[in-house]
């Protein structure tokens, strides 16, 4: 019995940690004031895209959207392109997040003349990371008689990281995306008070 119970301890310390990544849940809900989680992915050239790059040097929106072109990711993103000047003038960069190929993005991304980095997620890891849901769902997005293959779908959701690499702002974005890029500009105009 003594050494059973030793064992669950250690499966349970084991499962403890494999549960945490960068010293906050995968899958929790990251909170303001919560350090945001390191991460890394492929940008839609096909290069790594560190985080540690630009997190604690200026402020860094990751904004978590469901598909490349569609109707509302399409209004999100093509709100932070005509914010792009505002929000670079205030120190902010910008990456969006889905499920989408390298191949989806880099498409999208010359569709829509957006200049900010698009992060390539097919598994989910780093919506996990930042608490946002995710569903492992293949899809399609037809483009110029083309079909691009998603393989899995985040929830739409804004995460404004801070100068100090700690969660400033975390939501879900509802209603008129378009207007996601204004309200990460009065939240970092906030912080600058």
Not at 13 to 18: W, Y
Not at 83 to 98: A, F, M, P, Q
């Amino acid at each position: 019995m003594k050494q059973f119970l030793s064992f669950c301890a250690g499966a349970c310390a084991l499962a403890v940690a494999a549960m945490t990544v960068n010293g906050s849940q995968a899958g929790g809900e990251l909170k303001v004031g919560d350090k945001a989680p390191a991460f890394e992915a492929t940008n839609e050239e096909g290069k790594a895209w560190k985080s540690s790059d630009v997190v604690g040097k200026k402020f860094v929106v990751v904004y978590f959207y469901p598909a490349d072109f569609t109707g509302g990711c399409t209004a999100q993103a093509c709100g932070f392109r005509d914010n792009e000047k505002d929000l670079t003038d205030k120190g902010i960069v910008v990456v969006g997040v889905s499920g989408d190929s390298v191949a989806t993005h880099a498409a999208f991304k010359k569709e829509h003349n957006l200049k900010f980095t698009l992060l390539s997620d097919p598994k989910g890891a780093v919506a996990k990371q930042f608490g946002v849901p995710f569903t492992a769902k293949q899809g399609n997005a037809k483009f110029k008689n083309e079909t691009f293959v998603r393989e899995g779908t985040a929830q739409r959701w804004t995460v404004v990281i801070g100068t100090d690499g700690k969660i400033a702002a975390r939501y879900a974005v509802k209603g008129d995306t378009a207007a996601d890029s204004k309200k990460v500009l009065e939240v970092v105009q906030n912080l600058k008070k």
